[in-house]
């Protein structure tokens, strides 16, 4: 199975091909950035296809995080995707970054509980907690800041994501101590390809998994009277 995996939801610009029949990740980058996604994206594509040596036409499938993440990041990377797929005539694999964040721990330990948190602004996370067997006892979801932290604190379980600082310095006094706290702001770009090699769903058309509205709102007093 050979797989090229995008990332461009949080903050970092990535990309990495997979062979699992070879020597695994051929080839990966991955760049920290909160802005210009969309200039560096398909430089870092073609940089990591040509370390592969690899045509598109040559892979069986792209991977994906459609989010949750920045509303502007997720729609830079599903639309490579799909540009992509249709120009290679290759499925899609879609894959949420709170399971990217959470794929390195849950493949060490399935039988512990761990949440994946992502910062959504305003005192809010998205969320997933996911329990024995990465079976997902709460989906994908956009919660309080108090309600994660609730959650967190409920039985022994281990905290990954851009979120886990809030949580961490939200935690009650005296309480029992997480049994991690992980703060990378965005997900490995190799396990992206890995969960990507795997999935048995895949689509021609990803689309963004938003969770939230954005911060953005029209300006009324600046639009123009249609005529």
């Given at each position: 199975?050979?797989?090229?995996?995008?990332?461009?939801?949080?903050?970092?610009?990535?990309?990495?091909?997979?062979?699992?029949?070879?020597?695994?990740?051929?080839?990966?980058?991955?760049?920290?950035?909160?802005?210009?996604?969309?200039?560096?994206?398909?430089?870092?594509?073609?940089?990591?296809?040509?370390?592969?040596?690899?045509?598109?036409?040559?892979?069986?499938?792209?991977?994906?995080?459609?989010?949750?993440?920045?509303?502007?990041?997720?729609?830079?990377?599903?639309?490579?995707?799909?540009?992509?797929?249709?120009?290679?005539?290759?499925?899609?694999?879609?894959?949420?970054?709170?399971?990217?964040?959470?794929?390195?721990?849950?493949?060490?330990?399935?039988?512990?509980?761990?949440?994946?948190?992502?910062?959504?602004?305003?005192?809010?996370l998205y969320i997933q907690l996911v329990g024995r067997g990465g079976r997902a006892i709460i989906a994908?979801?956009?919660?309080?800041?108090?309600?994660?932290?609730?959650?967190?604190?409920?039985?022994?379980?281990?905290?990954?994501?851009?979120?886990?600082?809030?949580?961490?310095?939200a935690w009650p006094p005296g309480g029992p101590p997480p049994l991690l706290f992980d703060m990378t702001?965005?997900?490995?770009?190799?396990?992206?390809?890995?969960?990507?090699?795997?999935?048995?769903?895949?689509?021609?058309?990803?689309?963004?998994?938003?969770?939230?509205?954005?911060d953005a709102r029209p300006q009324d007093a600046f639009r123009l009277a249609r005529r």
């Amino acid at each position: 199975m050979r797989v090229l995996a995008i990332d461009t939801a949080l903050a970092a610009c990535s990309a990495a091909v997979l062979d699992d029949e070879r020597e695994g990740i051929l080839a990966h980058q991955s760049r920290p950035m909160e802005r210009g996604h969309a200039e560096a994206i398909m430089p870092i594509i073609a940089g990591v296809m040509n370390e592969a040596d690899l045509k598109f036409v040559e892979l069986d499938r792209i991977a994906v995080t459609i989010g949750p993440g920045s509303f502007t990041g997720l729609r830079v990377a599903v639309a490579a995707a799909r540009g992509l797929a249709l120009a290679a005539g290759k499925p899609v694999v879609a894959l949420t970054t709170l399971a990217a964040f959470a794929a390195p721990y849950i493949a060490a330990d399935d039988t512990t509980l761990l949440l994946s948190a992502i910062d959504a602004r305003n005192d809010q996370l998205y969320i997933q907690l996911v329990g024995r067997g990465g079976r997902a006892i709460i989906a994908p979801r956009l919660a309080s800041l108090r309600e994660a932290v609730r959650i967190a604190s409920a039985a022994p379980t281990r905290i990954v994501g851009s979120g886990a600082g809030l949580i961490q310095a939200a935690w009650p006094p005296g309480g029992p101590p997480p049994l991690l706290f992980d703060m990378t702001t965005a997900p490995d770009i190799d396990w992206v390809a890995r969960l990507g090699a795997v999935a048995l769903e895949t689509t021609a058309h990803p689309k963004p998994l938003y969770l939230s509205h954005p911060d953005a709102r029209p300006q009324d007093a600046f639009r123009l009277a249609r005529r």
